[in-house]
């Protein structure tokens, strides 16, 4: 029999991969596994950071796990995956379904230049987008009753791997070069959720603390694929605790943003009420850049963007933190800030990115209402209450003790920058552009 392709894309895993079972089966065993360096998302010209080198570390394990088989080519995908099926004489080509706005549009230009059936099997999420539906037939806009319909809804188990694959090697390109990263890929994301759900019990009452620096992180594996949320969820069916089920509904929350932009694609960096298209933002300027590269005055803005700037993860309280700064105290698009978050952000995932940014500026589904402005002090001094955190990541701010780390205008902290707007002024001029809208 003729081989299949498994296309690799969001699911850089062999476990509990529906795609890969097909595959196996269409090509009786024989397989060719194909990863596409596409240039409209990997660009050369780019710098190296966190974010591609866990791509390259993650696709290095996937490749040692097939022995060292993993073909990887770099162009657009709708020439290099027909032309691999036509050199190998394929049955078929297999992947997991995209959602995003890009990867539909990439999919049927592949499928159009194909020789072969292209066949999507299964998707980065436990219930596809479009599954859970009102009783109307449309998407949910509010959460908590969407929550509802995906547990009703529920999922199908996880699934083995094939039971018998003979992986073909072919030429290959070489991965781009990138530092080492430790704990990437299929085994080292299983191993960390086992290990994370010793401690899940503790989920609810500890994941708002980014000193504590106790959530599960698993964010990272989710965004490549090395672990199925359905196994998490599978493990976490297994748990009795108010941890596990907020963490469930964490979950739940990936799904609906991946529900949302699939039903509205122009939501990645639109808002979805569109009457907020007409307020007011000031254009990206120094106080944009000050916020990018952590100096804007407020410790645990800064200690955000720095933790962003050296690790690509953020601590997901103080992202909705930076972000209410960045549209409610310095008035500008949240596409900005969600755009700077696609790039740095190692578990930089289109749908929860967007969707979570348009949460904070209230204009998304379920949005967290115009007037909610977040005080980047109190926020500080609430869930960093030692200043563990704004001191691991603003060596200037060392010598404050305690409480003081979140206020060094009233302490001598040499180095660190003066504040750049003052929150109560910004506060009132946020009120006073959406008031506008009303």
């Known amino acids: 029999m003729a081989p299949a392709v498994m296309w690799f894309r969001r699911d850089l895993r062999l476990a509990d991969n529906p795609a890969l079972l097909d595959a196996a089966a269409a090509g009786d065993g024989q397989l060719i596994g194909l990863f596409v360096l596409d240039p409209l998302l990997w660009d050369e010209d780019e710098e190296a950071d966190a974010r591609r080198d866990r791509l390259v570390a ?50 049927r230009a592949v499928e159009e230049a194909l020789d072969c059936p292209l066949i999507a099997t299964g998707s980065p999420y436990a219930v596809a987008p479009g599954r859970v539906l ?57 191993q960390h959720w086992q290990d994370y759900l010793d401690g899940v019990a503790a989920y609810d009452d500890e994941r708002d603390r980014p000193d504590l620096d106790s959530t599960s992180r698993m964010s990272i594996p989710l965004k490549y694929g090395e672990i199925h949320p359905r196994t998490m969820l599978a493990d976490l069916a297994r748990q009795r ?48 850049d000050a916020w990018c590269n952590g100096l804007t005055g407020y410790p645990i803005v800064d200690a955000g963007m720095r933790q962003l700037a050296q690790s690509g993860f953020m601590h997901n309280r103080v992202r909705m933190v930076v972000a209410s700064f960045l549209v409610k105290d310095l008035h500008v698009h949240w596409k900005h800030g969600a ?72 302490h001598s902290a040499e180095g660190y920058p003066a504040r750049i707007v003052d929150h109560a002024e910004a506060r009132q001029e946020a009120l006073r552009r959406y008031d506008a809208l009303r």
């Open 58 to 107: 993650s696709l290095r394990s996937l490749s040692d796990s097939m022995g060292g088989k993993l073909v990887v080519r770099r162009g657009d995908p709708a020439e290099v995956v027909p032309a691999l099926a036509k050199e190998i004489g394929a049955v078929s080509v297999h992947v997991a379904a995209d959602y995003g706005p890009y990867g539909q549009r990439r999919d």
């Open 339 to 410: 755009k700077w978050f696609m790039r740095k952000l190692q578990d930089g995932d289109l749908a929860s990115n967007s969707l979570n940014w348009q949460w904070v500026a209230g204009c998304g589904a379920d949005a967290s209402p115009y007037f909610r402005i977040f005080n980047p002090t109190t926020q500080g001094l609430k869930f960093d209450p030692a200043g563990d955190y704004v001191r691991r990541w603003i060596p200037a701010l060392a010598n404050l003790p305690g409480r003081a780390a979140h206020e060094p205008w009233k």
């Open 134 to 190: 009102t009783q109307q037939g449309s998407s949910y806009q509010v959460f908590t009753p969407y929550f509802r319909a995906w547990l009703e809804h529920g999922w199908r188990q996880p699934v083995d791997p094939p039971a018998r694959v003979e992986w073909i090697g072919r030429w290959s390109d070489a991965l781009p070069s990138a530092s080492p990263v430790d704990g990437a890929g299929e085994g080292a994301a299983r």
């Open 241 to 288: 605790s108010a941890g596990a089920e907020a963490y469930r509904r964490e979950l739940a929350w990936r799904e609906f943003c991946g529900d949302l932009l699939a039903r509205h694609p122009e939501a990645a960096w639109k808002p979805l009420r569109p009457e907020f298209e007409k307020l007011a933002y000031d254009e990206p300027g120094d106080s944009f």
